[in-house]
T-cell receptor
Framework: DGGITQSPKYLFRKEGQNVTLSCEQNLNHDAMYWYRQDPGQGLRLIYYSQIVNDFQKGDIAEGYSVSREKKESFPLTVTSAQKNPTAFYLCASSNRGSSSYEQYFGPGTRLTVT | GENVEQHPSTLSVQEGDSAVIKCTYSDSASNYFPWYKQELGKGPQLIID?????GEKKDQRIAVTLNKTAKHFSLHITETQPEDSAVYFCAASMRNNDMRFGAGTRLTVKP
């Protein structure tokens, strides 16, 4: 059963703590993405990775970090430097081919920082 | 960069009626336009997409139209059902790493 998994579904942290969100895919996709979703807004790109060991900043990368050590995994760390970390985080993946732009999304992780 | 605007932000229709959601984009180089449906607490699911070399695409009760000259595209849902209730997002892209999303439309289908 192919797809993207994100864990956990809900995450609670105290302010000042770093937290890492998991994203795994078994679709054999080269590209992976992290988006942030806030109420009433579209998805905003945090980071993306086109291949293993390479990643690029998106529009709102400040306060976040990622790694891409394996093709299947693209974890996102929300650092204490992120000023407003409470949000719904979505991971996605896609093929890299020039005609294959379709992105497949995971179920999301809702992070609450108090 | 690309900017996508989506209207309306909320839409309420009676079961069986049609629903239309409209999006405009700013970058004429965009060539891929997907529509996603997001149910509460879940990730978005692709429901239909269209590329710039096509003006219209239909899949059962769902259709998308694209006007490249005016730089707008629309989602049409006919014979709406309560299970169509969700948030719908449009997006525009010219390459994998640059997909821009609209702010979303919350569709409510009243039984």
């Amino acid at each position: 059963d192919g797809g993207i998994t994100q864990s956990p579904k809900y995450l609670f942290r105290k302010e000042g703590q770093n937290v890492t969100l998991s994203c795994e895919q078994n679709l054999n996709h080269d590209a992976m993405y992290w988006y942030r979703q806030d109420p009433g807004q579209g998805l905003r790109l945090i980071y993306y990775s086109q291949i293993v060991n390479d990643f690029q900043k998106g529009d709102i990368a400040e306060g976040y970090s990622v790694s891409r050590e394996k093709k299947e995994s693209f974890p996102l760390t929300v650092t204490s430097a992120q000023k407003n970390p409470t949000a719904f985080y979505l991971c996605a993946s896609s093929n890299r081919g020039s005609s294959s732009y379709e992105q497949y999304f995971g179920p999301g992780t809702r992070l609450t920082v108090t | 960069g690309e900017n996508v605007e989506q209207h309306p932000s909320t839409l309420s229709v009676q079961e069986g009626d049609s629903a239309v959601i409209k999006c405009t984009y700013s970058d004429s180089a965009s060539n891929y336009f997907p529509w996603y449906k997001q149910e509460l607490g879940k990730g978005p699911q692709l429901i239909i997409d269209i590329r710039s070399n096509v003006g219209e695409k239909k899949d059962q009760r769902i259709a998308v139209t694209l006007n490249k000259t005016a730089k707008h595209f629309s989602l049409h849902i006919t014979e709406t059902q309560p299970e169509d209730s969700a948030v719908y997002f449009c997006a525009a892209s010219m390459r994998n790493n640059d997909m821009r999303f609209g702010a979303g439309t919350r569709l409510t289908v009243k039984p």
